[in-house]
């Protein structure tokens, strides 16, 4: 007699990919005008670094980007102590699809990183008021500083990318 039981397979790790409601935008609280802004928050003084950042973002449109593209810049700015383990947390998790196993699927696939990272942070904080007692749980203070932080990073990143001028330190003028 066979005593085995199948059962439904309710343990999926399976999700799809966050839908972007407004995929066109490029604007948000976190967007970056001004260059010295856009330093303060990489946190990087050195031109040399600026430039070798600025070389390495030209490859990337933060408006059309994928996971994998994703990962490569959120390496490139945690190693070099630009974002923190949070923050690159949000970078590598990408547009969040995964397959019944948890491994991310799709990874190919571009999408806006401003407007995804804009609305998961949107869509956390929601759901954090409205469940006060999630907000007090370990682990979830840093992981919405996290979420801050990675807005406030792809934001710059965007700024520098799209930065016409060669030379990125910032001028003083008295």
Same mark, same amino acid.
């Not at 007699?1 to 085995?4: A, C, G």
């Not at 609305?119 to 919405?144: T, W």
């Given at each position: 007699?066979?005593?085995?039981v199948t059962i439904p397979n309710v343990l999926s790790k399976q999700t799809d990919a966050v839908v972007i409601k407004n995929p066109e935008k490029v604007t948000n609280a976190f967007t970056i005008t001004e260059e010295s802004n856009a330093v303060d928050e990489l946190r990087m003084?050195?031109? +040399? ?5 600025? =070389?390495? @973002? ?5 408006? !059309? ?8 810049? $959120? ?6 102590? &630009?974002? +923190? ?8 998790? $990408? +547009? $969040? =699809? !995964? +397959? /019944?196993?948890?491994?991310? #699927? *799709? #990874?190919?696939?571009?999408?806006? /990183?401003? =407007?995804?990272?804009?609305?998961? @942070? ?11 007692? &999630? $907000?007090?749980?370990? %682990? ?5 500083? %996290? ?8 934001? =710059? @990143?965007?700024?520098?990318? *799209?930065? !016409?001028?060669?030379? @990125? ?6």
């Open positions: 007699m066979d005593m085995r003084w050195q031109q +040399d670094e600026l430039a070798d950042l600025k =070389a390495f @973002l030209k490859k990337y449109d933060m408006t !059309s980007i994928s996971t994998d593209e994703l990962k490569q810049v $959120g390496r490139r700015l945690f190693d070099s102590k &630009v974002i +923190d383990e949070q923050a690159f947390l949000i970078f590598i998790s $990408g +547009d $969040g =699809a !995964s +397959d /019944a196993t948890g491994r991310q #699927t *799709n #990874t190919h696939v571009k999408f806006n /990183a401003i =407007a995804l990272f804009d609305e998961k @942070l949107e869509d956390y904080l929601a759901f954090v008021k409205s469940n006060p007692d &999630v $907000g007090r749980s370990q %682990g979830i203070p840093e992981y919405i500083q %996290g979420m801050f932080d990675a807005n406030r990073a792809i934001n =710059a @990143l965007a700024y520098f990318a *799209n930065s !016409s001028k060669h030379d @990125l330190s910032v001028e003083e003028r008295a």
